[in-house]
């Protein structure tokens, strides 16, 4: 048996082991209780909608020792020793942002706890903030400091976005292949692959070469499931070319961007991005300051080219652009161009917690679930949406955060006690 093979086998035997034991632990905190026992938190006369669950409804949530214990039609409000009151508004599974930067203190990323009022969002994906040189500074000082739950893709380029707004591949030698294999392969409880950014005046004269050996990084981790996340703008050469190079499970960022040589080519989907869907690479949004053309998304939502996930693209550039894309604002979006509410609240949910693949019952809120919830209303009303091309849109609702719980913790005063952080 070889080392990489080896390798898998035990990481997808410790996978097993960590589920089994997460699922006793979440068992035993919910049967050591009598039925008449306080909850640590009941957030009360919400809609709940799950669409892990298929669940829409009014239901009251109770929490207890950071995971959710009951969701009943009702419970009692004297049972909560701390009670959220939900009317009026939506309760979700804690919001998942699959393309976010929170690598903060330098860069253009920013801190995911400070954002929270703007975004509801429980759990952050580091899209490749930092390279080899820089990750584990990243995981030690950001990473175990935060509350709100950071996972990350490890970007190819070993100096990470750390030259923006430099193009960090122009020189092909910081994409070392058996570095950043090695950074996966210690690390596979948070990072989830490797991020290549593939736009013209970031890779320069090396065109695919960069995505090439972020395909080769994963593979040569032995991680079982570590996929690539590919973003393009105007892309370099043939976009069917790099398209054909995604396996099933890789993410391709930035769809509709617009950005020059991207997914729609005068009103019509490649064939290439469609045979990729369709062979299970997976579509992200990535709005950003700079990746989102209502007139390329309107073309590929008719033609069948769907996202898997709607993130954000949030960091400190992208915050003071006109789209403005916190993450439920940009689910507005997706909201008003017709897809419906529980699509676009699985495309923040379970659909990137099943990209993840690291947190069991992450994305829902099923008994013995982490705690995570994003509380949010759907007003109603005229709004006005613009994309990152100046393109302007009308709406009639969009989502508006109103509190977040991560762990069964609300954010914000008062503070409860015992007081954990993160």
Same mark, same amino acid.
Not at 84 to 104: E, K, N, R, S, T
């Given at each position: 048996?070889?080392?990489?093979?080896?390798?898998?086998?035990?990481?997808?035997?410790?996978?097993?082991?960590?589920?089994?034991?997460?699922?006793?632990?979440?068992?035993?905190?919910?049967?050591?209780?009598?039925?008449?026992?306080?909850?640590?938190?009941?957030?009360?006369?919400?809609?709940?909608?799950?669409?892990?669950?298929?669940?829409?409804?009014?239901?009251?949530?109770?929490?207890?020792?950071?995971?959710?214990?009951?969701?009943?039609?009702?419970?009692?409000?004297?049972?909560?020793?701390?009670?959220?009151?939900?009317?009026?508004?939506?309760?979700?599974?804690?919001?998942?942002?699959?393309?976010?930067?929170?690598?903060?203190?330098?860069?253009?990323?920013?801190?995911?706890?400070?954002?929270?009022?703007?975004?509801?969002?429980?759990?952050?994906?580091?899209?490749?903030?930092?390279?080899?040189?820089?990750?584990?500074?990243?995981?030690?000082?950001?990473?175990?400091?935060?509350?709100?739950?950071?996972?990350?893709?490890?970007?190819?380029?070993?100096?990470?976005?750390?030259?923006?707004?430099?193009?960090?591949?122009?020189?092909?030698?910081?994409?070392?292949?058996?570095?950043?294999?090695?950074?996966?392969?210690?690390?596979?409880?948070?990072?989830?692959?490797?991020?290549?950014?593939?736009?013209?005046?970031?890779?320069?004269?090396?065109?695919?070469?960069?995505?090439?050996?972020?395909?080769?990084?994963?593979?040569?981790?032995?991680?079982?499931?570590? =996929?690539?996340?590919?973003?393009?703008?105007? #892309? $370099?050469? @043939? /976009? +069917?070319?790099?398209?054909?190079?995604?396996? &099933?499970? %890789?993410?391709?960022?930035?769809?509709?961007?617009?950005?020059?040589?991207?997914?729609?080519?005068?009103?019509?989907?490649?064939?290439?991005?469609?045979?990729?869907?369709?062979?299970?690479?997976?579509?992200?949004?990535?709005?950003?300051?700079?990746?989102?053309?209502?007139?390329?998304?309107?073309?590929?939502?008719?033609?069948?080219?769907?996202?898997?996930?709607?993130?954000?693209?949030?960091?400190?550039?992208?915050?003071?652009?006109?789209?403005?894309?916190?993450?439920?604002?940009?689910?507005?979006?997706?909201?008003?161009?017709?897809?419906?509410?529980?699509?676009?609240?699985?495309?923040?949910?379970?659909?990137?917690?099943?990209?993840?693949?690291?947190?069991? =019952?992450?994305?829902?809120?099923?008994?013995? #679930? $982490?705690? @995570? /919830? +994003?509380?949010?209303?759907?007003?109603?009303? &005229?709004? %006005?949406?613009?994309?990152?091309?100046?393109?302007?849109?009308?709406?009639?609702?969009?989502?508006?955060?109103?509190?977040?719980?991560?762990?069964?913790?609300?954010?914000?005063?008062?503070?409860?006690?015992?007081?954990?952080?993160?």
């Amino acid at each position: 048996m070889d080392d990489v093979t080896r390798r898998t086998l035990l990481h997808g035997a410790g996978a097993s082991l960590a589920a089994a034991g997460f699922i006793q632990e979440a068992m035993a905190r919910v049967a050591a209780f009598g039925p008449d026992d306080p909850y640590d938190l009941v957030v009360r006369g919400g809609e709940v909608i799950d669409p892990s669950q298929n669940l829409r409804g009014r239901r009251d949530i109770g929490i207890r020792n950071a995971m959710i214990a009951a969701v009943e039609r009702e419970i009692a409000p004297q049972r909560g020793t701390q009670t959220l009151d939900a009317a009026g508004q939506l309760v979700l599974p804690g919001l998942i942002d699959f393309h976010a930067h929170v690598l903060h203190g330098g860069g253009i990323g920013l801190s995911g706890d400070e954002l929270v009022p703007y975004t509801g969002t429980t759990t952050y994906v580091s899209a490749g903030d930092a390279g080899v040189g820089s990750f584990s500074a990243f995981k030690r000082a950001v990473i175990a400091q935060s509350r709100t739950r950071i996972l990350a893709f490890l970007h190819i380029s070993s100096i990470g976005l750390s030259g923006f707004p430099v193009g960090e591949m122009l020189n092909i030698d910081h994409a070392r292949v058996d570095a950043a294999a090695k950074m996966l392969a210690e690390n596979p409880d948070v990072l989830l692959g490797m991020k290549v950014r593939e736009t013209l005046d970031v890779v320069g004269q090396n065109g695919l070469e960069p995505l090439k050996r972020a395909i080769a990084a994963t593979e040569r981790s032995g991680v079982e499931g570590a =996929r690539v996340m590919c973003h393009i703008g105007n #892309a $370099p050469g @043939d /976009l +069917s070319a790099l398209l054909d190079l995604l396996r &099933p499970g %890789d993410v391709l960022t930035h769809a509709y961007s617009g950005a020059g040589n991207n997914t729609v080519v005068n009103g019509r989907v490649l064939d290439a991005a469609l045979a990729a869907k369709r062979r299970g690479v997976l579509i992200d949004v990535g709005h950003g300051g700079g990746s989102f053309d209502y007139t390329v998304c309107e073309a590929a939502l008719q033609q069948g080219f769907t996202p898997d996930i709607i993130s954000s693209d949030v960091h400190a550039v992208s915050v003071n652009t006109p789209g403005k894309p916190f993450l439920p604002w940009v689910m507005s979006k997706f909201l008003n161009l017709g897809v419906p509410l529980e699509h676009v609240v699985a495309m923040a949910t379970i659909n990137p917690a099943t990209a993840i693949g690291r947190v069991p =019952r992450l994305g829902t809120l099923q008994v013995g #679930a $982490p705690a @995570d /919830l +994003s509380i949010v209303a759907l007003v109603e009303g &005229p709004v %006005d949406f613009v994309d990152t091309r100046q393109n302007q849109r009308k709406g009639e609702r969009h989502i508006k955060p109103v509190q977040t719980v991560k762990a069964g913790r609300p954010f914000g005063r008062p503070y409860p006690q015992p007081f954990a952080w993160p």
